[in-house]
């Protein structure tokens, strides 16, 4: 295998070298941000490694004839041309759960800090203040009820997690018929999305960006859900209209909020999210842990290894 891979985005060193025995790799992370360098490397590629801010779009495939792999490191593919992609014959692997464990973690670790309020008073303390009271409101996981919108393998991690907690579980899946097994096996209890946002006291989301999901959760269906509840997006930015979200914190019509995904990716300067406690803003990492990293690694690692084997 002499093929020429190319990575545009971080990838973990044990799983480049495993592919540098194998084959000839142009390994430069900083590749997503150089457009022209990215498509002049691209001219003899076999293989394509990218996150998920490498467009994989008609533009590049122009530019890589030889093209023949794909690999993602995690699991989302809106940033990849699928169609386009079958049209060419070019094979796409994602990295189906292996960065699952850490995404589920971080949504029970924004549960955590949403309900309880409490982890905003360090500057205070050291000043001399005595937050007590405001501070003694928080509330507990167990005995409060997770809504997952989306009950594929990361929601039903998340789910587990939360049983763990003494939290009832319930979900949303369009995809996942009444009669399915899933809902027996994982105990979970099987909603529309409106019944799912009124019951819910932690809302995670957990779906692709398609046409139909783009907006999902909008001003009315924010309207919907509990003053008490909080909303965790860790799946893509466009589900959630940022501006309605923003204007219920400020209202005071949702106790929470936290976004590891955006409609912009990166957000720019004077963007509508404001910086308030009750708002948890991390740039897209729920999924990338050293573990999570170096698994998501290894599974694309051997996918194009095996390909050409």
């Not at 467009?55 to 093209?67: D, T």
Request: proline content about 4%; hydrophobic content about 40%; aromatic content about 4%.
């Amino acid at each position: 295998m002499s093929h020429l891979i190319v990575i545009s985005e971080f990838m973990d060193d044990t799983a480049v070298d495993c592919l540098r025995e194998k084959a000839q790799v142009d390994y430069r992370p900083d590749l997503v941000d150089k457009r022209e360098t990215l498509f002049q490397s691209l001219t003899n590629a076999r293989v394509l490694i990218v996150r998920n801010r490498t467009q994989v779009n008609r533009e590049l495939l122009e530019h890589a004839p030889q093209l023949k792999v794909v690999g993602r490191l995690g699991v989302g593919l809106d940033n990849i041309d699928l169609q386009l992609c079958e049209e060419k014959g070019i094979t796409v692997y994602p990295a189906y759960g292996a960065n699952a464990q850490a995404v589920a973690e971080y949504v029970i670790a924004s549960a955590f800090i949403l309900l309880r309020g409490a982890y905003h008073s360090s500057e205070q303390i050291v000043e001399g203040k005595w937050p007590r009271t405001r501070l003694s409101n928080g509330l507990e996981c167990a005995g409060r009820t997770m809504g997952l919108v989306g009950f594929g393998s990361i929601g039903r991690l998340t789910a587990s997690l939360a049983r763990a907690l003494g939290m009832r579980i319930i979900a949303y899946d369009p995809l996942i018929g009444v009669d399915s097994p899933v809902w027996r096996e994982t105990g979970a209890t099987r909603m529309s999305l409106d019944e799912l946002l009124q019951h819910s006291d932690v809302v995670s989301l957990h779906t692709p960006l398609t046409s139909e999901t783009r907006h999902l959760i909008n001003e009315k269906r924010i309207s919907l859900m509990k003053p008490q509840a909080v909303l965790i997006n860790s799946s893509r930015g466009g589900i959630v209209d940022e501006q309605a979200l923003v204007e219920a914190l400020k209202l005071g019509k949702l106790r929470g909020a936290a976004l590891d995904v955006f409609e912009d990716e990166p957000v720019k300067p004077g963007n509508c999210l404001p910086v308030i406690p009750n708002l948890l803003l991390t740039p897209h990492i729920a999924g990338l842990t050293e573990e999570a990293n170096k698994r998501v690694s290894d599974v694309i690692a051997q996918k194009v290894i095996g390909h050409f084997a």
